[in-house]
Structure formats: structure tokens, C-alpha cells
């Protein structure tokens, strides 16, 4: 089975030491990590991370961790370090600050890499047009194929035409990787697009490499700001 890592930076610039903040009575990552693992889908789980906080809320849960040794400046670059003497095919990364994890999607994700050309693959989900004007909601385009062809910050396709689309693709950021395509794709430098968007998996398109899209029902919820993480606490408490 594969491997998840879920990359945990301390740092935050909109909502500092966010994975460490409560969601009622265990933390953003400790909930991250354990919905991980109850999926079932994955050999092992590890955190990667930066910060001795971070590592005692994960051993406190009985989680596994790599401690980086190297600054990183994506949670992609994370990863690779942590993965690179790992016994593995398979790597998905993990967003930490999504803590309620979907098995279904997972296993759609993981099935992708039955085909031995896919190597790497993501998720997208369906949003209106009035969603895709909010340039934090990543739209991406596919072929007939369901290989991506460009993610943007800016609604995409552009309607000439007025009630063509009925719906956008919003990229889930999800990622899963063959080993060596994650060490390769992390060597590389940052390429033009990916500069311009901000949107690293751009560097994978202007390289040639494929990325295999999966559709999913299940709309994530991400924590970047105090008003998110009151929405998760809203939503644990409807589960429960």
C-alpha cells in the first residue's frame, strides 16, 4: 500500500501555529493525522515537520514523525526529504490543515496509479461560477482524458458565451506521486508559470509530466484562517 506524509509547518502567515490550535480536545494536526490513519488506505502514515510542538501533539497520539533537517519552502520539498530512504512506490501528500480526510476519494486517487503511465495524480471537485472568481479557489481545465492541461487562479475556461458552462473544476490539493517523480519534481527549479500563478504543480505541466485529475464529491475543509477553523469545529460537531 502507499505511504502519506502529511507535511506540518509551524509557521503560518494568515493564521500562526494554526496546526497546533484546538479542535474540540485534540489539535488541527492530531485530527489531520488520525483521520489519515482511520482511512485505512495507507501502509503508514508520517508527519514531517519542523517543530517540536507539532512532534509531541503527534507522539502524543502514537503518531510516527520526520523531523526535517533542511528548510523548505513547500510541503512538497518536505516530503521528498522525508520519503527518500523510504521503502516505497506510492507517496501522497497530505494537506495538514485538512483535517477530516475522505476514504473513498483516497482509494480513487491510489487506484489512478493501476495505470503504470500515470505518475502523478491529484483531485478536483465541482464549484458554481461565483466560487470560481475567488482567486484562493485553485480552477484547473482537463483533456478527454482527465490529464490536467493548466491550473489558475483566474476562473477557467473564459465563457464567450453565456450559458455554456455549467459548472468549474476546483483543484483539491491533494497530491500523489510515484517516488522517483517526487524527487525529480522537487529538484527541479521553479519554472515561469509557476511563478507568475504562485501554483507549483505548474512546474510539473511546463515540464511535459502528466497529472492524472479524479473527481470527488467530498469538498475538503481547509484551515487558513480562525473563521475555517471555527467552520471545522461546526462540522466535527455535526458528526458527532
Same mark, same amino acid.
Given at each position: 500500500?502507499?505511504? #502519506? /506524509?502529511?507535511?506540518?509547518?509551524?509557521?503560518? =502567515?494568515? @493564521?500562526?501555529?494554526?496546526?497546533?490550535?484546538?479542535?474540540?480536545?485534540?489539535?488541527?494536526?492530531?485530527?489531520?493525522?488520525?483521520? =489519515?490513519?482511520?482511512?485505512?488506505?495507507?501502509?503508514?502514515? +508520517?508527519?514531517?515537520?519542523?517543530?517540536?510542538?507539532?512532534?509531541?501533539?503527534? $507522539?502524543?497520539?502514537?503518531?510516527?514523525?520526520?523531523?526535517? $533537517?533542511? /528548510?523548505?519552502?513547500?510541503?512538497?520539498?518536505? !516530503?521528498?526529504?522525508?520519503?527518500?530512504?523510504?521503502?516505497?512506490?506510492?507517496?501522497?501528500?497530505? $494537506?495538514?490543515?485538512?483535517? @477530516?480526510?475522505?476514504?473513498?476519494?483516497?482509494?480513487?486517487?491510489?487506484?489512478? @496509479?493501476?495505470?503504470?503511465?500515470?505518475?502523478?495524480?491529484?483531485?478536483? @471537485? $465541482? /464549484?458554481?461560477?461565483?466560487?470560481?472568481?475567488?482567486?484562493?479557489?485553485?480552477?484547473?481545465?482537463?483533456?478527454?482524458?482527465?490529464? #490536467?492541461?493548466?491550473?489558475?487562479?483566474?476562473?477557467?475556461?473564459?465563457?464567450?458565451?453565456?450559458?455554456?458552462?455549467?459548472?468549474?473544476?476546483?483543484?483539491?490539493?491533494?497530491?500523489?506521486?510515484?517516488?522517483?517523480?517526487?524527487?525529480?519534481? =522537487?529538484?527541479?527549479?521553479?519554472?515561469?508559470?509557476?511563478?507568475?500563478?504562485?501554483?507549483?504543480?505548474?512546474?510539473?505541466?511546463?515540464?511535459?509530466?502528466? /497529472?492524472?485529475?479524479?473527481? =470527488?464529491?467530498?469538498? #475538503? +475543509?481547509? +484551515?487558513?484562517?480562525?473563521?475555517?477553523?471555527?467552520? #471545522? !469545529?461546526?462540522?466535527?460537531?455535526?458528526?458527532?
Amino acid at each position: 500500500m502507499p505511504t #502519506a /506524509i502529511i507535511p506540518a509547518r509551524y509557521a503560518s =502567515t494568515r @493564521f500562526p501555529a494554526k496546526l497546533t490550535k484546538d479542535l474540540c480536545g485534540l489539535s488541527v494536526i492530531q485530527r489531520t493525522y488520525l483521520s =489519515t490513519v482511520e482511512t485505512g488506505v495507507f501502509d503508514e502514515v +508520517i508527519v514531517a515537520t519542523d517543530h517540536q510542538e507539532i512532534v509531541d501533539q503527534i $507522539q502524543a497520539v502514537g503518531g510516527k514523525i520526520f523531523f526535517s $533537517q533542511q /528548510i523548505h519552502e513547500s510541503g512538497s520539498d518536505r !516530503i521528498a526529504e522525508a520519503v527518500k530512504e523510504l521503502d516505497t512506490d506510492i507517496v501522497v501528500n497530505v $494537506q495538514g490543515d485538512e483535517p @477530516f480526510q475522505d476514504k473513498k476519494s483516497l482509494e480513487d486517487l491510489i487506484k489512478a @496509479f493501476d495505470d503504470p503511465k500515470v505518475q502523478v495524480a491529484s483531485m478536483m @471537485f $465541482q /464549484i458554481d461560477a461565483h466560487e470560481a472568481t475567488n482567486p484562493n479557489a485553485v480552477k484547473l481545465v482537463v483533456d478527454q482524458d482527465a490529464n #490536467a492541461l493548466y491550473f489558475s487562479r483566474s476562473p477557467i475556461p473564459f465563457e464567450r458565451e453565456e450559458g455554456r458552462l455549467t459548472h468549474y473544476w476546483k483543484h483539491v490539493g491533494i497530491y500523489a506521486y510515484r517516488k522517483e517523480m517526487l524527487l525529480q519534481f =522537487t529538484a527541479w527549479p521553479k519554472s515561469y508559470l509557476e511563478q507568475v500563478e504562485m501554483l507549483e504543480q505548474l512546474r510539473l505541466l511546463e515540464k511535459g509530466v502528466k /497529472i492524472k485529475m479524479i473527481p =470527488t464529491t467530498h469538498q #475538503a +475543509i481547509a +484551515i487558513d484562517t480562525p473563521e475555517d477553523l471555527e467552520k #471545522a !469545529i461546526t462540522y466535527f460537531k455535526t458528526q458527532l
